[in-house]
């Protein structure tokens, strides 16, 4: 028999730490691309501001609502994207889909995200942990195709 995954996978604390104390919360002031998405299967909401600068990732913000999950992924990658350039941050945006969809061992580049690891084996809540990065992407393009 199989064990099933544990529900605690969801939780650890580095997940929590963010979803009650989220990162670069709120929205930019000046000029900026704004991207939203919402995943309807769990009600999850998240808009990413980006300023970029000389195609690198100067000022990120984002704001939502929805699970620990889908928030404290958002947090994260606002972290990890935040002075990056565009290439590197669409790196890590395939790294972290990578671990999540192909159940890749987690790149060193994701550092905390590394957490979500677990949420792998949640195909429902790998959406929630996705839908960031999905308005990331949709914002780099964005950004590039008005730059
Ligand atoms: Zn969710």
Redesign the pocket.
């Known amino acids: 028999m199989t064990p099933e995954p544990q529900f605690d996978d969801l939780y650890r604390e580095v997940i929590l730490d963010h979803y009650r104390r989220p990162r670069n919360h709120g929205s930019l002031t000046g000029p900026k691309t704004t991207v939203e998405g919402m ?1 309807p ?4 909401e998240v808009t990413v501001d980006l300023q970029m600068n000389d195609g690198t990732v100067a000022a990120i913000a984002f704001a939502g609502r ?5 928030q404290s992924s958002a947090s994260m990658m606002t972290e990890q994207v935040l002075g990056s350039t565009t290439a590197t941050a669409r790196s890590l945006a395939s790294a972290f889909r990578a671990m999540m969809v192909e159940g890749a061992p987690p790149a060193d580049s994701l550092s905390d995200l590394a957490a979500l690891e677990g949420v792998a084996k949640f195909p429902a ?1 790998v ?2 942990a996705l ?1 960031p990065w999905t308005v990331l992407e949709q914002g780099l393009d964005k950004a590039d195709s008005t730059a």
Request: hydrophobic residues 20%.
């Open positions: 995943n299967v769990c009600g999850d929805g699970c620990s999950i889908s809540r959406k929630c839908l």
